[in-house]
């Protein structure tokens, strides 16, 4: 059974930063890749930044020079360094595994950035 279980959201003000875990199981993680993905109230689910198993990044415009996606393959987590946080950055944050044909998500971690 694939889970992943975010840790790490919170409010912060505007400027401040916050590190985002993601600690997955039920998959061979080191061979995965991983995402992390955004929602705000009344928006679609959005991509932030996804980390390939070989540890090459990408990431979301509104999220470079900003944020930063790393992995722990021996602690199966992926990590969302987020620096210089807007209000704009106010969203649930999920992690994503796509795995067996399918997408696997978390439960979300909400992260409110105050103005």
């Known amino acids: 059974q694939v889970q992943l279980v975010e840790s790490g959201g919170g409010l912060v003000q505007a400027g401040g930063s916050l590190r985002l875990s993601c600690t997955a199981s039920g998959i061979i993680f080191s061979i995965r890749d991983m995402g992390w993905f955004r929602q705000a109230p009344g928006k679609q689910r959005e991509l932030v930044a996804t980390?390939?198993?070989?540890?090459?990044?990408n990431y979301a415009d509104s999220a470079k020079g900003r944020f930063t996606i790393s992995r722990d393959n021996v602690k199966k987590t992926v990590y969302l360094q987020m620096n210089s946080l807007k209000s704009e950055d106010t969203a649930v944050y999920y992690c994503?595994?796509?795995?067996?044909?399918?997408?696997?998500w978390g439960q979300g971690t909400q992260v409110t950035v105050s103005s």
């Open positions: 980390i390939t198993s070989g540890g090459s990044t």
């Open positions: 994503h595994v796509f795995f067996g044909s399918r997408s696997y």
